[in-house]
């Protein structure tokens, strides 16, 4: 299977504590993205890349996040100082660049709880 | 900012009865997609659209653009046990789908 791969998909942490996340993109994607979904919500914007640029990163990602794909292939996402509130699925898409047929594929995401 | 509002937010059927569910949006989007995901899981994509009223099918799915581009609608024909899960749609302003905007989802229970 050569879809989206995320790893860990769970992960349990205690508050304070800083937590960081792996997303393998579709080979072929020159876009990856990371979304945040809460407990009877659909996905929210965090942050995307196209190639080894983030182009642009929502006003969610505090200061405490920080995404990083280094060689335009994998990105990580660390979360420093890990609060309550940042207990959430984490998601990680793909797509090609272009106007047509960009269609983001999702992974399986990466459940965090902070206790 | 940009929000989607996706009704219903439940629906309880019995197995074999067409499902429809929709999305309208605040502002003008340029690319439409409807996802599915079951619990635990990421998000599958099941129908893209890019062109103002573009009417696309996947097999027993339907769905389409609407003209003033602040709308789409997802049918489901001849429900079956594994259409339960939660239905998202999806939409990017930009040209392409970056930056997705997503609606709160459409919780399908099927009856047996």
């Known amino acids: 299977d050569t879809g989206v791969s995320q790893d860990p998909r769970h992960k349990i942490t205690k508050r304070g504590q800083n937590v960081t996340f792996r997303c393998d993109p579709i080979?072929?994607?020159?876009?990856l993205y990371w979304y945040r979904q809460t407990l009877g919500q659909g996905p929210e914007f965090l942050t995307y890349f196209q190639n080894e640029a983030q182009l642009e990163k929502s006003r969610l990602l505090s200061d405490r996040f920080s995404a990083e794909r280094p060689k335009g292939s994998f990105s990580t996402l660390e979360i420093q100082r890990t609060e309550q509130g940042d207990s959430a699925m984490y998601l990680c898409?793909?797509?090609?660049?272009?106007?047509?047929?960009?269609?983001?594929?999702f992974g399986q995401g990466t459940r965090l709880t902070v206790v | 900012g940009q929000q989607l509002n996706q009704s219903p937010q439940s629906m309880f059927i019995q197995e074999g009865e067409d499902v429809s569910m929709n999305c309208t949006s605040s502002s003008i989007f340029n690319t439409w997609l409807w996802y599915k995901q079951d619990p635990g899981e990421g998000p599958v994509l099941l129908i893209a659209l890019y062109k103002a009223g573009e009417l696309t099918s996947n097999g027993r799915l339907t769905a389409q653009f609407g003209i003033t581009r602040k709308d789409s609608f997802l049918n489901i024909s001849a429900s079956i046990p594994s259409d339960v899960g939660i239905y998202f749609c999806a939409g990017s302003s930009i040209q392409g789908a970056q930056k997705l905007v997503f609606g709160q989802g459409t919780r399908l229970t099927i009856n047996p």
């Open positions: 080979s072929e994607h020159n876009r």
């Open positions: 898409a793909s797509s090609r660049q272009g106007f047509m047929n960009t269609e983001a594929f």
